[in-house]
């Protein structure tokens, strides 16, 4: 778990389950992918006729997409610890019919004020 004397980092933040992050991480974090997913399709499209470079890049957005659903759901358990909740909860949103309510309401549902059993609050940790 990521505590008041560990460093944390953006790996830890993008790939690993344990601790807290506030809205602005989390939405950073979502922010990050979708940008470099559709970084990626927009590099496909500009390629239209070399089929194989489409190719390659299309594999590359597909294993960006595995990577990026991987790193939404750690983003939303450190989220759900945050409001105090368990992380089971992320799983919703890889499920199509409650994904974009889940990550509405990670957006703007406020952090826990106080330490809870999943780590400090996030605004104790910058300081």
Request: proline share 4%.
């Amino acid at each position: 778990m990521s505590g008041p004397g560990q460093e944390t980092s953006v790996g830890w933040a993008l790939f690993q389950w344990d601790g807290r992050i506030g809205r602005r991480v989390f939405i950073l974090g979502s922010a990050f992918w979708m940008m470099v997913n559709a970084g990626l399709v927009a590099l496909a499209t500009a390629r239209g006729s070399d089929e194989t470079l489409t190719m390659e890049l299309l594999s590359l957005f597909f294993a960006s997409i595995a990577l990026s659903m991987v790193s939404l759901i750690m983003l939303g358990i450190k989220r759900l610890h945050d409001i105090g909740l368990p992380g089971i909860g992320a799983a919703l949103l890889v499920i199509p019919a409650f994904s974009l309510i889940v990550f509405f309401l990670l957006c703007v549902w406020p952090s826990s004020a106080t330490s809870n059993r999943y780590g400090p609050a996030s605004n104790e940790r910058a300081g």
